[in-house]
């Protein structure tokens, strides 16, 4: 049985950093891409970031320049670091692990195993 356990997400002041972290047990994710999207209350959950089996990253617009994905297949672990946090990044933020095809890629229903979430609050 595939699990996704995400952790490292808080309570920060706008312009800190976080780094989230998400552990994979039960299946080898080297073949895989693995995102994170977040949600927001009372909004729909969105693309953040992924990063695909060859380690070609991509990011929504929104988090450019300040989020960096990254992952270690030999602890098959998937890292967001977010620099220069802003109000509007608080949500639940959950990691996914899938094969999507690179049309697919920013799709929440293109990947097949997901994490719990973990919440990140920013305060102004």
């Known amino acids: 049985q595939v699990q996704l356990v995400e952790s490292g997400g808080g309570l920060v002041q706008a312009g800190a950093s976080l780094r989230l972290s998400c552990v994979v047990s039960?299946?080898?994710?080297?073949?895989?891409?693995m995102a994170w999207f977040r949600q927001a209350p009372g909004k729909e959950r969105e693309f953040v970031a992924t990063i695909n089996r060859s380690n070609y990253k991509y990011y929504a617009d929104f988090v450019k320049g300040r989020f960096t994905i990254s992952r270690d297949n030999a602890k098959n672990t998937v890292f967001l670091e977010m620099n220069s946090l802003k109000p509007e990044d608080t949500a639940v933020y959950y990691c996914a692990v899938g094969s999507p095809i690179t049309s697919s890629l920013r799709q929440a229903s293109a990947y097949g195993a997901w994490g719990q979430g973990t919440q990140v609050t920013v305060s102004s």
């Open positions: 039960g299946r080898n994710t080297r073949n895989n891409a």
